[in-house]
């Protein structure tokens, strides 16, 4: 079993920048990938971001290329999400996952927590 927490949402407002961290615990050593997705009011959850365990390969969504970076320190087993320049549409909540390597799917997540961007 692999827990994330998540912590670091808030309420911000447009064009300012916030940073998300995901501290992961348990069977790290399984750990394949880290992904955010979030999940706006009345749609679908949405992935965003991933990033390899060994922090080597980074993915993307168009709608956060050049705005949002992954990062991951190994030291601390716990993976980041810098958000800058932050737009009304990104008002979401995020959750942070886990693909551990015997699936490679995101089999673990977190409780998420909420980013709120105001216009």
């Known amino acids: 079993q692999v827990q994330l927490v998540e912590t670091g949402g808030g309420l911000v407002q447009a064009g300012e920048s916030l940073r998300l961290s995901c501290a992961t615990s348990g069977r790290t050593f399984s750990i394949y990938a880290m992904g955010w997705f979030r999940q706006a009011p009345g749609k679908e959850r949405e992935f965003v971001t991933e990033?390899?365990?060994?922090?080597?390969?980074?993915y993307y969504v168009d709608a956060v290329k050049g705005r949002f970076t992954i990062s991951k320190d190994n030291t601390k087993n716990t993976v980041y999400l810098q958000m800058n320049s932050l737009k009304p549409e990104d008002t979401a909540v995020y959750y942070c996952?886990?693909?551990?390597?015997?699936?490679?799917?995101?089999?673990?997540w977190g409780q998420g927590t909420q980013v709120t961007v105001s216009s």
């Open positions: 996952a886990a693909a551990p390597l015997a699936s490679r799917k995101y089999d673990y």
């Open positions: 990033i390899g365990w060994s922090g080597d390969s980074t």
